[in-house]
C-alpha cells in the first residue's frame, strides 16, 4: 500500500523560505509517476504546486513559479517542497500526493496534510 | 489559465435522493476531468477521472458525464458518508491544473 507522510515547519517567518518533505512508502520514487503538492489555504479550495519525476523533470503552476524548487531524492526515497518570500496568504494545509496515471495531475494517493502558518 | 466553476455552492439533499453537481470550465479541457471528495480534516479521496472513469473503489453510485466545458457528478442514492464538499479538477494541457471552488453537499 502506497503512504505518503509530509513532515516540516508548522510555523514559518514571512519573507522566509517554506521548506517540507514527503516521504513514501510501499512505492519507489524511481519507478515513475509525477509526484505532487498541492495545497489549501484554511476553509478554501485546492490549488496545484507543481509535480515531479525522479528523473528530476518538473512542472510548476505558473503563479508560485517564481518562488517554488521541487527536488527529489530517490535514495532516501523522498521529495521535497521550497517555497521562498512566504506571506500569510501561503499558510495552508499542505499535501503530497502520487496520480493515477503516470504523468497525470490527478492524484489517488494522498498524504495526511500538513498545516503551514506563516506569522512573525 | 483555465477556470473551474462550480454550481450550486451549497446543495441540500435528503439521505436517499439524488445529487448533482455542475462543473463548467472556462474553455474546452476535452473529457480532461477529475472529481474529488473531501471530509472535513481529511485529504481528498479521487471519485472520478476521464470525466466519467471511476477511481478505483468508488461505490457504482457515483457517476461523472459531459465534455468540452460542461460536466456533472451524480450520486444516485445520497448514504450518510457522502456528505462532503466535492471539486472537480481540469489537467488538460496542464501546466497548470486548476480545481474548481467546491460545492458542500450537506444534509436536507
Known amino acids: 500500500q502506497v503512504q505518503l507522510q509530509e513532515s516540516g515547519p508548522g510555523l514559518v517567518k514571512p519573507s522566509e523560505t517554506l521548506s517540507l518533505t514527503c516521504a513514501v512508502s510501499?512505492?519507489?520514487?524511481?519507478?515513475?509517476?509525477?509526484w505532487g503538492w498541492i495545497r489549501q489555504p484554511p476553509g478554501k479550495g485546492l490549488e496545484w504546486i507543481g509535480s515531479?519525476?525522479?528523473?528530476?523533470?518538473?512542472y510548476y503552476n505558473p503563479s508560485l513559479k517564481s518562488r517554488v524548487t521541487i527536488s527529489v531524492d530517490t535514495s532516501k526515497n523522498q521529495f521535497s517542497l521550497k517555497l521562498s518570500s512566504v506571506t500569510a496568504a501561503d499558510t495552508a494545509v499542505y499535501y503530497c500526493a502520487r496520480p493515477t496515471a503516470m504523468v497525470t495531475p490527478f492524484f489517488d494517493y494522498w498524504g495526511q496534510g500538513t498545516l503551514v502558518t506563516v506569522s512573525s | 489559465e483555465i477556470v473551474m466553476t462550480q454550481s450550486p455552492a451549497t446543495l441540500s439533499v435528503s439521505p436517499g435522493e439524488r445529487a448533482t453537481l455542475s462543473c463548467r470550465a472556462s474553455?474546452?479541457?476535452?473529457?480532461?476531468l477529475a472529481w474529488y471528495q473531501q471530509k472535513p480534516g481529511q485529504a481528498p479521496r479521487l471519485l472520478i477521472y476521464?470525466?466519467?472513469t471511476r477511481a478505483t473503489g468508488i461505490p457504482a453510485r457515483f457517476s461523472g458525464s459531459g465534455s468540452g466545458t460542461e460536466f456533472t457528478l451524480t450520486i444516485s442514492s445520497l448514504q450518510s458518508e457522502d456528505f462532503a464538499v466535492y471539486y472537480c479538477q481540469q489537467y488538460n494541457n496542464w501546466p497548470p491544473c486548476t480545481f474548481g471552488q467546491g460545492t458542500k453537499l450537506e444534509i436536507k
Open positions: 476521464g470525466a466519467s
Open positions: 474553455q474546452s479541457v476535452s473529457s480532461n
Open positions: 510501499g512505492y519507489s520514487i524511481s519507478s515513475g509517476y509525477y
Open positions: 515531479i519525476y525522479h528523473s528530476g523533470s518538473t
